[in-house]
């Protein structure tokens, strides 16, 4: 392994897992609130309970299945079963949620509703065995000094797998299509974005060698003991100390607080169109692959950039676009009735920041931590993220219940600014100083 450059081959091989993850849950926070509402007749507090639910889950499954895959060993690795076992579930339970969407808009039974919600609920456990493992991969087989840029590279391929699905959406639900249909059939939706995990999967397991590849970087970390931060605890272990300690945990709030604010949108983005601009699902997919590929073009240079000026530095620059984005998306939807344009732009620019912050948040959880236990720390990350993710879809959809729809993008704004006064009491996790000479060269990426 070269320990001056990223291996992008690999690192891009490692995302395929990423990649089928991510076009699941767009594809989830897209289509779920609609069929919540529109064949089952919920109201929004109650959809928002349902679509937390998730989040909720992931609580206490992404901890536990990352911490458990760090005490695993088989012969295809740590990761590698979770991520085979929870695609195969997910793809199996994933397809059967539209046949009962189908049949209760044919003839309505409260035994069809209990069955929408009990696989969806078996879904979720599904999804939420291998997302930590999925995503603790990278770290496994990238030197610390390199994550950012390895993060971006991961990113990127999630953001490939959100631009599949939002292509298909759109090419097969445009407004045009369904604003007349007493009921849309998502049927060859779920079926496509389940073709997408198993190939990605299947490609993973293919191509990446996990066992060899993590032993690799395991022995280049103990060649570099000044990467890590923590200290011997006395007992044959190890612990952070206490200024790191206090960096982690204003760095987990200030990840809870970006999620807040990010995800209130994401969630609710649908409907907020539907309700506000009279756009379908075509036109809110349009808008949301604009963000997306705002943030696959800027993946890469963003990671080049935090290797630079610093991830701290990239992440608050980020969020003080990503809240006046929200900011600019108010005066938007409240001026104009349909999508235009400048709207567009303000996405693209959304996607921008969303890459500056989550290119650089998660590598610098896992900075802080040994090599033994990345998969715990990146289960810190998604406690942080998920009880974000717990709280905002019930609390945004609770105001716009009661307030209105256009309180959606000025709740979304305020939570994110919050991110930046907690973000500024972080002091560790960045790149490291003592690295630097060795980062210079680390700016050209293996083909």
């Given at each position: 392994m070269d320990e001056r450059k990223l291996n992008s081959k690999r690192t891009i091989l490692v995302g395929l897992a990423f990649l089928s993850i991510s076009a699941f849950w767009q594809m989830y926070d897209n289509v779920v609130p609609l069929v919540l509402r529109e064949t089952f007749g919920m109201d929004e507090s109650l959809t928002g309970v349902i679509m937390a639910a998730d989040n909720i889950l992931a609580l206490f499954l992404l901890p536990f299945f990352g911490g458990l895959s760090d005490r695993t060993s088989t012969r295809l690795g740590r990761r590698t079963p979770y991520?085979?076992?929870?695609?195969?579930?997910?793809?199996?339970?994933?397809?059967?949620?539209?046949?009962?969407?189908?049949?209760?808009?044919?003839?309505?039974?409260?035994?069809?509703?209990?069955?929408?919600?009990?696989?969806?609920?078996?879904?979720?456990?599904?999804?939420?065995?291998?997302?930590?493992?999925?995503?603790?991969?990278?770290?496994?087989?990238?030197?610390?000094?390199?994550?950012?840029?390895?993060?971006?590279?991961?990113?990127?391929?999630?953001?490939?797998?959100?631009?599949?699905?939002?292509?298909?959406a759109a090419a097969l639900y445009p407004t045009a299509?369904?604003?007349?249909?007493?009921?849309?059939?998502?049927?060859?939706?779920?079926?496509?974005?389940?073709?997408?995990?198993?190939?990605?999967?299947?490609?993973?397991?293919l191509t990446i060698r996990e066992p060899e590849l993590a032993a690799q970087n395991q022995a280049m970390e103990k060649r570099h003991p000044e990467w890590n931060l923590?200290?011997?605890?006395?007992?044959?272990?190890?612990?952070?100390p206490v200024p790191v300690r206090r960096s982690l945990g204003f760095l987990l709030a200030s990840i809870a607080l970006w999620f807040i604010g990010y995800n209130g949108v994401t969630t609710w983005f649908t409907t907020y169109i539907s309700q506000v601009m009279g756009e379908g699902l075509g036109g809110a997919s349009t808008c949301l692959l604009v963000a997306t590929a705002g943030?696959?073009?800027?993946?890469?240079?963003?990671?080049?950039?935090?290797?630079r000026?610093?991830?701290?530095?990239?992440?608050?620059?980020?969020?003080?676009?990503?809240?006046?984005?929200f900011a600019a998306g108010f005066v938007m939807t409240v001026l104009f009735t349909s999508i235009n344009l400048l709207m567009y732009l303000i996405f693209a620019l959304v996607g921008l920041a969303w890459a500056a912050i989550n290119v650089n948040s998660l590598p610098m959880v896992v900075e802080m931590c040994r090599g033994s236990d990345v998969g715990k720390f990146?289960?810190?990350?998604?406690?942080?993220?998920?009880?974000?993710?717990?709280?905002?879809?019930?609390?945004a959809g609770s105001l716009m219940k009661s307030v209105g729809y256009q309180?959606?993008?000025?709740?979304?704004?305020?939570?994110?600014?919050?991110?930046?006064?907690?973000?500024?009491?972080?002091?560790?996790?960045?790149?490291r100083a003592g690295v630097k000479s060795g980062l210079d060269a680390f700016e050209d990426m293996d083909s």
């Open positions: 991520i085979l076992a929870g695609t195969a579930g997910a793809v199996i339970l994933m397809n059967l949620l539209p046949i009962l969407d189908n049949s209760y808009s044919r003839q309505a039974a409260p035994f069809k509703m209990a069955a929408f919600v009990l696989t969806l609920g078996l879904l979720l456990i599904a999804m939420g065995t291998y997302r930590s493992p999925a995503v603790a991969l990278m770290p496994d087989v990238t030197p610390k000094p390199l994550r950012s840029k390895g993060n971006a590279v991961i990113n990127l391929m999630g953001a490939v797998g959100g631009v599949l699905y939002l292509g298909v299509k369904v604003a007349d249909l007493e009921h849309v059939n998502y049927q060859p939706l779920f079926l496509v974005v389940s073709v997408i995990m198993v190939i990605a999967v299947v490609v993973l397991l923590a200290e011997d605890d006395g007992r044959g272990g190890e612990t952070l943030a696959i073009v800027s993946y890469i240079p963003i990671g080049a950039v935090a290797s000026v610093g991830r701290k530095r990239t992440i608050q620059a980020g969020v003080i676009l990503l809240a006046a984005c990146t289960g810190y990350y998604y406690t942080a993220s998920m009880l974000a993710q717990v709280v905002t879809p019930v609390l309180i959606l993008f000025p709740y979304a704004a305020f939570f994110t600014a919050c991110s930046f006064i907690t973000m500024h009491f972080v002091r560790h996790g960045d790149s």
